[in-house]
């Protein structure tokens, strides 16, 4: 009892171990070079780390009274743990608007890779196959689906305006506040009809496809956790991953500061930047696999690809279009100008039609994920990454 009671605390000392990391490289460190960044970094990872602890504690303890499905579960714990990551990136974007653009949309690429690696290590039957939520296939596949159409139509649509010198060409060719404003409020409308149709058909009951894709059960003498103690973990948990993700960003920044200072491109300092935007999926996906609680992992690794064209992009595409019309962020090209289109912008949206058209026909066909489909996920995602990174 002893050792579970200890495991269960683990995440308040590590809140108290990166709060205090944070503090010394805030107050007591002036420059901004590499002892600020790490201080930074390992603090703000290790508080991402206990606020994702304390998301799994309040996830659980509703999930139980409500009897809710664990993928459902995970799904809306991961929902929340894009907050950190829209913290960073609001600080980039006002910022650096086009980098942190680009770092929205490879933080997709990003994602779908750690999808793919996620997949080899799940249990597997006999024939070596890995069978997925029935959630997932039979909704997260459509948001796959659907990712990828969006996907190639922008890009396709960006190419035209490029081609065809709309808005002036050359240079000058753009996205303005209103693109931005009409796409981010349409894919904001998908996620907000998924999560919807997520929680009627599968909340509670339904056929379950295997052993863990089950309504999460009580433990033998385990009480019913308070709406008040879910409560406190859920507003702890959001508020940690707020200062976490801030500290992440500042950490991030120097990174990639010093990376363009060494003759880095600006992809790969945006690549990198987008791995320290999910940490907070990344780390929930982990603590909730090495606890056995496969669905709710698998949920978190599919969140943070679903979640990025639905949730994260038109939150940038909102916040930018904003920033730029209150005067925080300079327009770009023209009136209300705010994305340019370039290589680098529409080579980033246009590689994510072929990540997502893999990951749906991978999941969509049976159900499960074999080891050639394993494969051809993660060499697809890193040959995506490998591109951007060196010719975009």
Same mark, same amino acid.
């Given at each position: 009892?002893?050792?579970?009671?200890?495991?269960?605390?683990?995440?308040?000392?590590?809140?108290?171990?990166?709060?205090?990391?944070?503090?010394?490289?805030?107050?007591?460190?002036?420059?901004?070079?590499?002892?600020?960044?790490?201080?930074?970094?390992?603090?703000?990872?290790?508080?991402?780390?206990?606020?994702?602890?304390?998301?799994?504690?309040?996830?659980?303890?509703?999930?139980?009274?409500?009897?809710?499905?664990?993928?459902?579960?995970?799904?809306?714990?991961?929902?929340?743990?894009?907050?950190? $990551?829209?913290?960073?990136?609001?600080?980039?974007?006002?910022?650096?608007?086009?980098?942190?653009?680009?770092?929205?949309?490879?933080?997709?690429?990003?994602?779908?890779?750690?999808?793919?690696?996620?997949?080899?290590?799940?249990?597997?039957?006999?024939?070596?196959?890995?069978?997925?939520?029935?959630?997932?296939?039979?909704?997260?596949?459509?948001?796959?689906?659907?990712?990828?159409?969006?996907?190639?139509?922008?890009?396709?649509?960006?190419?035209?305006?490029?081609?065809?010198?709309?808005?002036?060409?050359?240079?000058?060719?753009?996205?303005?506040?209103?693109?931005?404003?009409?796409?981010?409020?349409?894919?904001?409308?998908?996620?907000?009809?998924?999560?919807?149709?997520?929680?009627?058909?599968?909340?509670?009951?339904?056929?379950?496809?295997?052993?863990?894709?089950?309504?999460?059960?009580?433990?033998?003498? $385990?009480?019913?956790?308070?709406?008040?103690?879910?409560?406190?973990?859920?507003?702890?948990?959001?508020?940690?991953?707020?200062?976490?993700?801030h500290s992440v960003g500042e950490f991030a920044g120097i990174l990639v500061h010093?990376?363009?200072?060494?003759?880095?491109?600006?992809?790969?300092?945006?690549?990198?930047?987008?791995?320290?935007?999910?940490?907070?999926?990344?780390?929930?996906?982990?603590?909730?696999?090495?606890?056995?609680?496969?669905?709710?992992?698998?949920?978190?690794?599919?969140?943070?690809?679903?979640?990025?064209?639905?949730?994260?992009?038109?939150?940038?595409?909102?916040?930018?279009?904003?920033?730029?019309?209150?005067?925080?962020?300079?327009?770009?090209?023209?009136?209300?100008?705010?994305?340019?289109?370039?290589?680098?912008?529409?080579?980033?949206?246009?590689?994510?039609?072929?990540?997502?058209?893999?990951?749906?026909?991978?999941?969509?066909?049976?159900?499960?994920?074999?080891?050639?489909?394993?494969?051809?996920?993660?060499?697809?995602?890193?040959?995506?990454?490998?591109?951007?990174?060196?010719?975009?």
């Amino acid at each position: 009892m002893s050792e579970q009671n200890h495991n269960s605390r683990m995440w308040l000392w590590l809140m108290i171990t990166g709060l205090v990391l944070v503090a010394i490289a805030t107050f007591a460190i002036a420059s901004h070079g590499w002892t600020k960044g790490i201080l930074l970094g390992l603090g703000g990872l290790l508080i991402v780390f206990a606020s994702s602890e304390m998301m799994i504690h309040a996830v659980d303890g509703y999930a139980k009274r409500q009897k809710m499905n664990s993928f459902v579960a995970g799904t809306m714990a991961g929902l929340s743990s894009n907050i950190p $990551e829209l913290v960073m990136l609001a600080f980039v974007l006002m910022a650096t608007p086009r980098v942190g653009f680009i770092v929205t949309i490879l933080t997709l690429h990003v994602g779908a890779a750690a999808f793919g690696i996620y997949c080899s290590a799940l249990p597997r039957d006999v024939e070596g196959n890995a069978s997925m939520p029935k959630p997932l296939v039979n909704l997260s596949t459509d948001l796959y689906a659907a990712a990828a159409g969006i996907f190639f139509s922008l890009g396709v649509i960006m190419l035209l305006m490029k081609a065809f010198a709309v808005r002036g060409g050359g240079e000058n060719t753009y996205l303005t506040t209103t693109d931005l404003y009409v796409f981010g409020t349409i894919l904001l409308a998908i996620q907000v009809v998924a999560t919807t149709q997520l929680v009627k058909r599968f909340s509670r009951d339904h056929k379950p496809e295997s052993k863990d894709d089950v309504p999460i059960k009580m433990q033998k003498n $385990e009480t019913v956790m308070s709406l008040t103690t879910i409560a406190a973990f859920g507003l702890a948990g959001l508020a940690m991953s707020i200062i976490g993700g801030h500290s992440v960003g500042e950490f991030a920044g120097i990174l990639v500061h010093r990376l363009e200072a060494a003759g880095y491109s600006e992809m790969f300092g945006a690549v990198i930047l987008s791995v320290f935007a999910a940490a907070g999926a990344f780390i929930m996906i982990g603590t909730a696999h090495f606890q056995g609680k496969y669905n709710i992992a698998m949920a978190n690794a599919s969140g943070a690809i679903t979640q990025v064209p639905f949730l994260v992009l038109p939150a940038a595409m909102i916040l930018l279009a904003i920033f730029t019309q209150t005067g925080i962020i300079a327009s770009v090209g023209g009136p209300n100008g705010v994305i340019p289109i370039d290589l680098h912008t529409t080579s980033a949206i246009f590689l994510g039609f072929p990540s997502m058209l893999i990951l749906w026909k991978a999941v969509q066909d049976d159900g499960k994920v074999n080891w050639l489909e394993t494969s051809s996920m993660v060499a697809i995602f890193l040959l995506a990454i490998y591109l951007l990174v060196v010719h975009g």
